[in-house]
C-alpha cells in the first residue's frame, strides 16, 4: 500500500520516513527478451538461455537497465502525492547493481524519502529505492530517484 500526501508541500516534512514496499514482481524471460528488443542489447546472458546455462549465473538474468527502469513500476506503487497538477521524473543519482537477477526471480522496490525542498513551482523529492530479490542477499538495484511535483 502506498505511502500517500495530500499534497507536494507534505513532502517537505517527510525526509527519513520509509515509504514502505512495492508488490512482487516475476521477471520472466519474455520481459528480458523485449528489454533487450527494445534496447538492442542482445547480449548471450540475457537472451540465450542454452549458453547462459553454461555461464557465470547458471541461467539468464535482467539487464542492469532493466531493473533500473522498474524503478518506474515501483515508486508510483510506493508513494502517492494527491491534489497535483503533474509529476515528472526529473532523474536519478548513485545507481548500482549489486547483484544480478537470474531470470525467473521476484523482486520489489521498496523506498525512503532522503531529501525534499521546494523548487520553483514545487516540490523536488529524492526517494532511494533498493530494488531487492526474493531470498537474495544483496539488493538487485539502490537508485536514488529525483521526481517533482507541482500543485
Known sequence: M???FDNPA???NAVGNHLGY???LEIDQDRINQFADATGD???IHVDPEKAAEGPFGKTIA????TLSLANLFLPQ???VRNTSMGVNYGCEKVRF????PVGSRIRGGGEVISAEEVKGGVQVVVRMTIEIEG???PACIIDTISRFFP
Open 63 to 66: 539487464h542492469g537497465y532493466l
Open 78 to 80: 510506493i508513494m502517492t
Open 98 to 101: 549489486p547483484a544480478a537477477v
Open 2 to 4: 502506498a505511502t500517500v
Open 136 to 138: 537474495g542477499e544483496r
Open 22 to 24: 512495492s508488490d512482487w
Open 42 to 44: 542482445h547480449q548471450w
Open 10 to 12: 507534505e513532502l517537505l
